[in-house]
């Protein structure tokens, strides 16, 4: 796990959820967007969308499938 997981982990442990999500958006962006993500994770990229978003309440099973596939 690098630094930036550990970081998004420790956020939602701070339950700072909002920003945890933000930080994964960021880092999907920077890593080829939600296609390539939906790609490696076999997620599909509105359902990513859907749990990213303000409102979203991704599983923990989907949260660290996307974590490890980042």
């Known amino acids: ?14 339950d ?7 930080y994964i958006k960021k880092l999907a962006k920077e890593s080829g967007g939600y296609q390539r993500l939906s790609k490696a994770t076999g997620l599909c990229d509105k359902s990513i969308n859907r749990m990213l978003s303000p409102r979203g309440n991704p599983t923990s099973r989907n949260l660290f499938l996307i974590l490890r596939n980042l």
């Not at 630094?3 to 442990?13: E, K, R, T, V």
């Not at 700072?16 to 933000?22: F, I, N």
């Open 16 to 22: 700072k959820e909002a920003e945890a999500k933000l």
């Open 1 to 14: 796990m690098n630094a930036d997981h550990a970081d998004i982990i420790d956020l939602f442990m701070d």
